[in-house]
């Protein structure tokens, strides 16, 4: 299994201290750095290109949803995981906007919770490694692309390859369409989103890449047989 690279953004000294000193191996990961504003962690990722990064809201000259914010923009984007005491439903939504992997309250989460959300990234990450170089690379352009309006020909046109070529590989590899396997991908995150988010609906057709609310709702129902706000509750 590979090894993940973990940054640590935050101005709380005690926090790092005992971040530093997490057992990262046991979650096949190592730390690599740490930074103690938003600015300073602009600054390293260039340099470090951490894999997974954990990171405060409350720090000084850039807080870390705008950090996390501009480093999607800038970079290829590692797995962010918030660890702050901001936990309300205000900065809960911001976070899954910018597709935060986990959010954990400062104080509150122990060592194994926070070993789990590890785990899950690098398990799940693992899964694609029986994939073909060019199928992990359309799962992770879904995966980082959800919200917008991705398409197969759009992912062949950035990996200069044919549409055809690329979608017959991906079928061959998974044993399913490209439009059936993103369409699974956005179900999967919406559901999610339903049960564990204070988002309203359309703001859930819009994290999935659907924008049309009355669309959304149609395609969640035959999927799952339940509408979103059934599903809800």
Not at 29 to 45: P, R, T
Not at 68 to 90: L, Q, T
Not at 137 to 152: D, F, G, P, S
Request: glycine fraction near 4%.
């Amino acid at each position: 299994m590979d090894t993940y690279k973990v940054l640590c953004v935050d101005d709380d000294l005690p926090i790092l201290m005992a971040l530093r000193h997490f057992d990262w191996e046991r979650c096949h990961c190592i730390w690599c750095g740490e930074a103690h504003n938003g600015k300073e962690a602009l600054d390293l990722l260039p340099e470090l290109k951490p894999d997974i990064v954990l990171v405060d809201i409350a720090m000084p000259v850039i807080d870390g949803l705008e950090f996390i914010r501009r480093a999607k923009g800038e970079f290829s984007s590692p797995r962010f995981i918030i660890i702050s005491a901001h936990c309300d439903f205000n900065y809960a939504r911001q976070a899954i906007r910018f597709g935060v992997t986990d959010y954990l309250a400062k104080g509150e989460y122990t060592d194994e919770e926070l070993r789990n959300t590890l785990l899950k990234i690098t398990r799940s990450d693992e899964i694609e490694h029986p994939y073909r170089f060019e199928v992990q690379t359309v799962i992770k352009a879904i995966e980082q692309q959800l919200q917008e309006n991705i398409t197969l020909e759009i992912i062949a046109d950035q990996m200069k390859l044919t549409p055809n070529y690329l979608g017959t590989l991906f079928f061959k590899q998974t044993k399913k369409h490209f439009r059936d396997y993103l369409l699974e991908v956005r179900m999967k995150r919406a559901r999610e989103l339903l049960l564990n988010s204070p988002l309203k609906i359309y703001e859930i057709a819009e994290q999935v890449g659907i924008q049309n609310q009355q669309y959304f709702c149609s395609v969640f129902t035959k999927y799952y047989g339940k509408s979103p706000s059934q599903f809800r509750r």
